[in-house]
Nanobody
Framework: QVYLVESGGGLVQAGGSLRLSCAAS????????MAWFRQAPGKEREFVAA????????YYANSVKGRFTISRDNAKNTVDLQMNSLKPEDTAVYYC?????????????????WGQGTQVTVSS
C-alpha cells in the first residue's frame, strides 16, 4: 500500500506558473512509477505526465509538452509537476498516481494508487 497526498494547487492567471507536489508514504517509493492525471468538470480523467522509477524516463501529453515538467526525488518520496505558461484549459483537479507495474503509462487503469487531488484554476 502507498498513500499519496497532493499539494500546491491554487488560482493563477493565464501565463503563470504553479508547482504541484505529491508526497508518498508506505511502501518503497522507488519501486513505483508515478504519474499526474487531471479531470475537468464534466470530462474524463486524462493523462498529463508520467515518470519511471528512477526518473530517467518521462512521458507527457501533447497538450502539456514543453510547458510542464515532471520530476521525482526518491530520497524525499516526492514527485512534482512544474507547470508553466498555464492556460485556462489547464483548469482541473490534478491527481497523483502510482503503479508497481507500469503498463500503458497514459491509461487510468494502469495505476492502482491515487491521491485525493488538488484543484488548479487558471483565469483568463
Amino acid at each position: 500500500q502507498v498513500y499519496l497526498v497532493e499539494s500546491g494547487g491554487g488560482l493563477v492567471q493565464a501565463g503563470g506558473s504553479l508547482r504541484l507536489s505529491c508526497a508518498a508514504s508506505g511502501r518503497t517509493f522507488s519501486s513505483f512509477a508515478m504519474a499526474w492525471f487531471r479531470q475537468a468538470p464534466g470530462k474524463e480523467r486524462e493523462f498529463v505526465a508520467a515518470i519511471g522509477r528512477s526518473g530517467g524516463i518521462t512521458y507527457y501529453a501533447n497538450s502539456v509538452k514543453g510547458r510542464f515538467t515532471i520530476s521525482r526525488d526518491n530520497a524525499k518520496n516526492t514527485v512534482d509537476l512544474q507547470m508553466n505558461s498555464l492556460k485556462p484549459e489547464d483548469t482541473a483537479v490534478y491527481y497523483c498516481a502510482a503503479t508497481s507495474r507500469w503498463g500503458k503509462y497514459d491509461e487510468v487503469g494502469s495505476y492502482n494508487y491515487w491521491g485525493q487531488g488538488t484543484q488548479v484554476t487558471v483565469s483568463s
